[in-house]
Each structure stands twice: as structure tokens, then as C-alpha cells.
């Protein structure tokens, strides 16, 4: 446990300090230089955001409070910013806090970690500051991006399995995915450290995306804009680029877009028109 501190609300003069947007903060540790007992407290609204501490001072206490309280989350991830090695990340439950290992502060990559969010207590994430070598100053930022996930399983690339989807489990996905979009798997890298595959994507529709994670692009040899962008599985998935068009489904986390589901795109057709006749289907697909 830290010693007894001095909890710093966000009083209506530090409004724009301590809220920002109510989904992302950017603050200063300058206010916890005047008192080291001094804890500067956060309360955000979102599900996801950006937290960013410039000159971290003695602590940082971050409650996560969506306004979607009809909404049960069970976990929560975080993904440190590269210089997070320099302030040490505790996890508060029950008015204890227990120190969340981070390993290098994410500086070899982008690392994601999860705890357990369902208690009766909004989570609570705890930056306490490293001290800086004596006499000197430098000026650096620790921060993080949040997700409040309903599944943990949602995040790690565990959602779709290797397998393939069957109709039921297609209807779902593209009826519910953060993004589905046709087109052909270009390239494929792959990541033994994060155990999963990188596939780039040459997009020929985009039907919905949550954010902006397929782009515009024109490029020379067409006559027209394409879409481009990048989605990951998991390396055991063993995926590699092939003939055809494919209809590509999954969710977004932490400004990445993750595989779900990925039929051939005829193969989708099929599925969908006996849907259609069937009346199985829970929401109308644009065909062209």
C-alpha cells in the first residue's frame, strides 16, 4: 500500500485539467509537486480513451465510469504508452491496490494487459511517478489507452477461432462486426513475439467500419480510389494471401482491426439469399 495521500477532485476551476472530453485526459503532475501527498483524480465516461501525464508528479488515480451503466464490463485493458517505465501501474480494488506488472512499460511493442473489472466498484487504474535523478529535469509523458471490454476473450484475438464460421455465426458477424468490408488479401507478415499475423488488405467495399482503420488511397495503376488497410489474427491461424475475394469481419481494439469471420465472398451470397428466403437474417446487407 502507498502511504496516506491527499485526494485532488476535479474541482470546477481544474474542469478542464481532470475531465478533458470525458473520454481522453491530458494532464500535468506539476500540482502534486506543491504537496507529494497530493493524488490527482480522474474520472472519465467512456468505454475507451486516452490517457496522457506530462511530468508525472507523485500520483494518478483514473476511475473509469462509462455513462452506459446499463452495461456490465468485466474487463478491462490497457495498453501502455512506450515511456510508461517511467511510473509503476496499480490496479484498486476494494480500497487496496495491487501492482499490475507491466514488464519493460511496453517498450518492446505493443503490449496489452487485462484485469478483471467486475466487482461492485467502478475499475480504477493507479499511476504512482517514478523520481527523477537528482538535480536534473526532464520533460516526459507516461500515459495509456484504455478499453472497457464486455469479454475479455473480445481483445486478445480470441473472438473468431481458427476454424471457419458457420451460417449462424457469419449472420452474427456481419450483422454486429466493428467493421465488414470485401476485398483480397494483398500481403501477410507474420509476429512470433505477439503470436499473431498481420494481413494487409486491398479493399474493393467498404460496407461499415467503427473507426478509421481502412483508408482511401489512389493509386497508379487504377482509375479509381481503392480502400487499403491492415487486419490481424492469430498466428496458428497460419493465413496466407490466395485467390479471390473474401468478406472480412471482427472488431477494432486499440486502433486495430481484428479478424472474426472471412468467407469467400460467393461463398457469403450463398449463406445470405437462403437467409433471406428463410427468414434467419437479423439485419438487411447491401448487395451490389
Known amino acids: 500500500m502507498l502511504p496516506a495521500v491527499i485526494i485532488l477532485a476535479c474541482l470546477p476551476v481544474l474542469a478542464l485539467r481532470c475531465a478533458a472530453d470525458l473520454c481522453n485526459w491530458t494532464g500535468s503532475g506539476f500540482a ?14 467512456c468505454t475507451e480513451g486516452l490517457v496522457s501525464w506530462v511530468n508525472p508528479g507523485q500520483a494518478l488515480r483514473v476511475a473509469l465510469e462509462p455513462n452506459l451503466s446499463s452495461i456490465r464490463y468485466t474487463t478491462v485493458c490497457i495498453q501502455p504508452s512506450p515511456s510508461l517505465g517511467g511510473a509503476s501501474v496499480f490496479i484498486e480494488r476494494a480500497g487496496e491496490l495491487a501492482l499490475l506488472d507491466t514488464e519493460d512499460g511496453g517498450r518492446s511493442g505493443r503490449q496489452v494487459f ?3 473489472a467486475d466487482g461492485p466498484h ?18 516526459r509523458t507516461v500515459g495509456f489507452r484504455y478499453e472497457l471490454l464486455r469479454n475479455r476473450s473480445v481483445y486478445s484475438g480470441l473472438e473468431p477461432s481458427c476454424r471457419p464460421c458457420n451460417d449462424t455465426e457469419l449472420l452474427v458477424a456481419v450483422c454486429s462486426s466493428d467493421f465488414v468490408v470485401r476485398g483480397f488479401i494483398k500481403n501477410v507478415s507474420h509476429d512470433a513475439r505477439r503470436q499473431s499475423s498481420l494481413m494487409e488488405v486491398l479493399t474493393t467495399k467498404v460496407y461499415w467500419q467503427r473507426s478509421g482503420v481502412f483508408v482511401q488511397q489512389m493509386r ?63 439485419c438487411d446487407f447491401p448487395l451490389d
Request: net charge positive; proline share 6%; glycine share 10%.
Open 220 to 282: 497508379p495503376y487504377m482509375s479509381s480510389q481503392s480502400w487499403h488497410g491492415h487486419i490481424r489474427t492469430l498466428l496458428q491461424c497460419h493465413v496466407k494471401p490466395g485467390d479471390g475475394q473474401f468478406l472480412f469481419t471482427g472488431s477494432e481494439h486499440f486502433g486495430e482491426a481484428w479478424l472474426g469471420c472471412a468467407p469467400r465472398y460467393k461463398d457469403f451470397l450463398s449463406v445470405y439469399h437462403k437467409a433471406r428466403i428463410g427468414r434467419r437474417t437479423s
Open 114 to 116: 487485462c484485469f478483471r
Open 122 to 139: 467502478s475499475p480504477v487504474i493507479y499511476l504512482q511517478a517514478g523520481p527523477q535523478s537528482p538535480g536534473t529535469w526532464i520533460r
Open 32 to 45: 502534486a509537486g506543491v504537496d507529494r501527498r497530493i493524488v490527482l483524480q480522474v474520472r472519465l465516461r
